[in-house]
């Protein structure tokens, strides 16, 4: 386990995700099936073409779903309860297939729940791509387990 627990949680706290992840058309493809999702902007290649970004976009939901798994690592591998919410996601610009995506999350906000026995975190999520373009951003917030409780849950 190589979460944060509650306690170890520090707002204004960087945390730099080390994992990247180049977006293939495959794991788009695969994506809009699986949720089907078949927005032709994504899918279809001469749509797409025709469009202001003239090639396919890579799904968003994807890319904020890479990026939670992107940071589970640092933040809540073993240590969470719950994801609480996912607010205020934005797309500020489009991802392509072939793009690299790198994320950081920055602990926005914390408290402890009613019972003291766990803490509501919440982490601004920031994704980038291989020219450092800001191409995803949101708030996640979880309920953490809180170290001296752990081995309760």
Same mark, same amino acid.
């Given at each position: 386990?190589?979460?944060?627990?509650?306690?170890?949680?520090?707002?204004?706290?960087?945390?730099?995700?080390?994992?990247?992840?180049?977006?293939? !058309?495959?794991? @788009?493809?695969? $994506?809009?099936?699986? &949720?089907?999702?078949? /927005?032709?902007?994504?899918? =279809?290649?001469?749509?797409?073409?025709?469009?202001?970004?003239?090639?396919?976009?890579?799904?968003?939901?994807?890319?904020?779903?890479?990026?939670?798994?992107?940071?589970?690592?640092?933040?809540?591998?073993?240590?969470?309860?719950?994801?609480?919410?996912?607010?205020?996601? !934005?797309?500020? @610009?489009?991802? $392509?297939?072939?793009? &690299?995506?790198?994320? /950081?999350?920055?602990?926005? =906000?914390?408290?402890?729940?009613?019972?003291?026995?766990?803490?509501?975190?919440?982490?601004?999520?920031?994704?980038?791509?291989?020219?450092?373009?800001?191409?995803?951003?949101?708030?996640?917030?979880?309920?953490?387990?809180?170290?001296?409780?752990?081995?309760?849950?």
């Amino acid at each position: 386990m190589v979460g944060l627990y509650y306690e170890e949680f520090e707002v204004g706290e960087p945390i730099q995700h080390e994992r990247r992840r180049t977006i293939s !058309e495959s794991d @788009n493809q695969r $994506f809009c099936d699986m &949720t089907m999702n078949q /927005q032709p902007l994504h899918l =279809d290649e001469e749509f797409a073409a025709e469009t202001q970004f003239e090639e396919r976009l890579v799904n968003g939901l994807y890319t904020m779903s890479l990026a939670v798994g992107i940071s589970i690592p640092e933040t809540t591998d073993g240590t969470i309860v719950a994801n609480l919410s996912y607010d205020d996601v !934005e797309h500020p @610009n489009p991802v $392509f297939h072939g793009d &690299t995506v790198r994320v /950081q999350s920055t602990v926005t =906000d914390k408290r402890e729940t009613s019972d003291g026995e766990r803490g509501i975190v919440t982490m601004h999520v920031e994704v980038f791509n291989q020219d450092d373009d800001l191409v995803c951003e949101f708030d996640r917030t979880v309920l953490s387990l809180k170290r001296e409780h752990a081995e309760d849950a």
